[in-house]
């Protein structure tokens, strides 16, 4: 549900959250109690900053600029 997002993503879904329960309390002049169905509203509306091409570009980037490391004696690159 939120694998593409970053932490500011998260950040800001967390706003979209609170401005939205204020807005709610606001107009009803009521506590509103925010619960998972609130944040499953709003995430709808949070578009996610990370694409899958993002995500395989990092990986590939990763195996390929990643240092060697020495096991056992041996020396290795990380693989995906």
């Known amino acids: 549900m939120t694998s593409r997002f970053t932490p500011s ?12 329960a204020f807005e709610e309390e606001y107009a009803s002049k009521h506590d509103y109690v925010v619960t998972t ?20 570009d990092f990986q590939e980037d990763s195996v390929a600029y990643a240092r060697e490391y020495e096991c056992n004696s041996q020396v290795r690159r990380p693989e995906l």
């Open 37 to 56: 169905d609130t944040f499953l509203k709003m995430i709808e509306r949070v578009r996610p900053s990370l694409t899958e091409g993002m995500i395989a």
């Open 9 to 20: 993503d998260t950040e800001y879904l967390f706003q979209q959250v609170a401005q939205f």
